[in-house]
């Protein structure tokens, strides 16, 4: 074993060929064909697994619609679907070493950021076990038409039916559980397409379900490529919910395709979230807070602090603290626990990202730190961070998904909030001050969907998550979690006062 790889037991499990997940079995896909997986550290082959194809979203489908019409979920009593929610967290708690080495080979973050994100699963599905006994509808007293017709009339909450889950490469097991946790708790039955690039931590969650207690036709997962596999779940006439995380452009042609059946739509989508300097921060607290807003995870976050505004008095400062933070972060294999930065996940996403860097020089911004790949082999970029920049640069209008920061000076306060804001986006927002009338004044401002005082990113199952404007629609986390799995029935039940034979 070399140095840095994953224990022997997950390389060993990674070798194998892996299968699609339908109604509760291992199954080749219909035609065959698989596809390899790799480690983006190395660029090397770790695993091949199944393609999915439209014809195997069809047979995920079909089982996930029969153990819904056959009420295999929904149907259980809501503590007994409590304990299993409950136990699969605990088996996920047994299983966090592993989950996070599998992420670690598939994605190729630090591992002391996949076992953070496995940490924050393990919350969530505790979080909506405890949900599940406590859904209920209300009692309505209408008064309709005249007082003399006596009525009663409830609501209900019911799952929405079949959810296709399609999610992206950049938090594998983190965005799959944020929908499925919720989902399940909702009592609906799914069928995940994970990203092509990322499909395994997902894969070796399906025996941890099964072993739970999840009846079979319940989860089902379904590798395979956006174009097909993914297209298929989103243009299904059986399908009655899409929760998607991923590209804004994806999302939106998701938007045009569910309109056929009118299928419920989340999305949760990309960003270019502003962070915030004043002149009273904390230098302690705001430089690695802002540093680590863009950074972490290689900048591949959807609600990654890729625009900088400082006050300008603290302007020189704050920039050159976070470029001689950039240069101290160790870069390397996401398995050595030294390492505070991974490669990006492909070959295809470093060339982006590279032309991006040489875009903005070509612009005319000015590189401060950075502005390279790193290495010679896997797909490491540095930290960089971009100063001399305007709003009419593509660096700082559009979203990157790498370690690329654009710093602009601001005094104003109406000019920084109004840059803040000129964006499509509107994901996360970062206030660094030590005035509570600052962090609230602007706070109110800005069009975000988190805004993040004194330090950045921070979330919980509990607090509701998700974008203003192109960045999305709807929320995850919380109560508004579940509601986007569900449905609502209302009764009226006209009663009569003769009826007293
Ligand atoms: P993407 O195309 O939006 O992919 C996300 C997921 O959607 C993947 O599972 C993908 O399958 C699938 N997909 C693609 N086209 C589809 C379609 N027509 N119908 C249904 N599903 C479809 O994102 P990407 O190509 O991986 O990354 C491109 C850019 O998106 C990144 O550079 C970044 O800017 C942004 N991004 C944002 C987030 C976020 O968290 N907001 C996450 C990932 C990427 P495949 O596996 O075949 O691609
Ligand atoms: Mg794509």
Redesign the pocket.
Same mark, same amino acid.
């Given at each position: 074993m070399a140095l840095h790889d994953p224990n022997p037991q997950v390389s060993d499990y990674l070798a194998g060929t892996h299968q699609l997940f339908i109604d509760g079995a291992w199954q080749d896909a219909s035609s065959g064909e698989t596809f390899e997986v790799h480690d983006p550290a190395t660029g090397r082959c770790i695993a091949r697994v199944a393609e999915g194809r439209a014809a195997d979203i069809d047979r995920a489908v079909a089982a996930a619609r029969r153990a819904f019409d056959e009420r295999r979920w929904h149907g259980l009593p809501p503590e007994r679907r409590a304990d299993i929610l409950w136990k699969l967290a605990e088996l996920f708690e047994r299983e966090a070493r592993t989950l996070a080495e599998i992420d670690v080979a598939d994605n190729g973050m630090p591992i002391a950021f996949a076992e953070w994100m496995v940490g924050s699963t393990i919350a969530q599905l505790k979080y909506y076990a405890g949900m599940i006994t406590k859904v209920t509808g209300r009692n309505v007293s209408p008064s309709i038409a005249s007082d003399a017709v006596p009525m009663h009339a409830y609501t209900s909450v019911e799952p929405v039916g079949v959810a296709g889950i399609?999610?992206?490469?950049?938090?594998p097991i983190g965005?799959l559980i944020i929908k499925l946790a919720p989902a399940l708790a909702a009592g609906c039955c799914v069928v995940v397409?994970?990203?092509?690039?990322t499909p395994l931590s997902a894969l070796y969650a399906a025996n941890l379900m099964n072993e739970a207690g999840v009846p079979p036709g319940v989860v089902n997962i379904v590798p395979?490529? $956006?174009?097909d596999? $993914?297209?298929s779940?989103?243009d299904h006439a059986d399908v009655d919910k899409i929760s998607?995380? $991923?590209?804004?452009?994806?999302?939106k042609?998701?938007v045009r395709?569910a309109a056929a059946n009118l299928k419920r739509v989340t999305l949760?989508?990309?960003?270019k979230s502003p962070v915030i300097v004043f002149d009273d921060a904390d230098p302690d607290i705001a430089i690695p807070g802002a540093a680590m807003g863009i950074f972490a995870n290689t900048g591949?976050?959807?609600f990654a602090g890729s625009r900088l505004f400082v006050q300008k008095k603290s302007y020189d400062k704050v920039v050159a603290g976070i470029s001689d933070f950039a240069k101290s972060l160790t870069i390397g294999k996401g398995m050595d626990p030294a390492s505070q930065i991974g490669p990006l996940?492909s070959a295809g996403?470093r060339d982006?990202v590279a032309s991006y860097l040489e875009t903005g020089v070509r612009e005319g911004a000015e590189i401060v730190t950075g502005g390279s790949t790193h290495g010679d082999h896997g797909f490491f970029v540095q930290p960089t961070v971009f100063a001399n920049v305007d709003a009419s640069m593509r660096i700082v209008k559009e979203?990157?998904?790498g370690p690329v920061l654009v710093a602009t000076p601001v005094d104003d306060m109406d000019d920084l909030v109004r840059m803040a804001n000129d964006t499509r986006y509107g994901?996360g927002a970062g206030i660094y001050t030590t005035s509570v009338n600052k962090a609230h004044l602007v706070a109110q401002k800005l069009r975000a969907g988190n805004v993040w005082i004194n330090g950045y990113g921070v979330m919980h199952a509990a607090m509701p998550f998700g974008g203003f404007r192109e960045?999305g629609w709807g929320r995850e986390n919380g109560l508004e979690g579940i509601s986007a799995f569900q449905e609502t029935k209302s009764v009226f039940i006209t009663l009569n006062e003769n009826d007293r034979a």
């Open positions: 399609i999610i992206p490469w950049n938090g965005t397409k994970p990203a092509e690039l395979g490529f $956006g174009k596999a $993914g297209q779940l989103v998607f995380t $991923g590209s804004t452009e994806t999302g042609a998701i395709s949760e989508l990309g960003g591949q976050v959807c996940i996403q982006k979203e990157i998904f994901l960045s």
